[in-house]
């Protein structure tokens, strides 16, 4: 069965940095977009970040544009999201996600096929 399995969330300090990872088993990774997706307490989950099969594609919320940046890796069947600058706007449960859909579709939760199991993500002030 397919399996998405998030890491690397923590707490961090406002401005700190972390690395989120999503590794997938049991599906054919470089078929899918991957998405990175994020829940706050009391909120919707929100789109953060896509990117294409390729990795040529990426496309971003304007709330993390030029603070967060998704990477893959399809010989390690991993996506990933670097991000920078983080603050306390930011702490969520972050989620992974794949899909089949165009670039334009991206923020789109419903066309995400697996989801991970999320992981947290702390800024402190």
């Known amino acids: 069965q397919v399996q998405l399995v998030a890491s690397g969330g923590g707490l961090v300090q406002a401005g700190g940095s972390l690395r989120l990872s999503c590794a997938a088993a049991?599906?054919?990774?470089?078929?899918?977009?991957m998405g990175w997706f994020r829940q706050a307490p009391g909120k919707e989950r929100e789109f953060v970040a896509a990117?294409?099969?390729?990795?040529?594609?990426?496309d971003y919320a304007d709330s993390v544009k030029g603070r967060l940046t998704i990477s893959r890796d399809n010989a390690k069947n991993t996506v990933y999201l670097q991000m920078n600058s983080l603050e306390p706007e930011d702490t969520a449960v972050y989620y992974c996600?794949?899909?089949?859909?165009?670039?334009?579709?991206?923020?789109?939760?419903?066309?995400?096929?697996?989801w991970g199991q999320g992981t947290q993500v702390t800024v402190s002030s």
């Open positions: 049991g599906v054919t990774f470089r078929w899918y977009t």
């Open positions: 996600a794949a899909g089949q859909m165009g670039m334009g579709a991206t923020m789109r939760r419903e066309l995400y096929a697996y």
């Open positions: 990117i294409n099969w390729s990795g040529s594609n990426t």
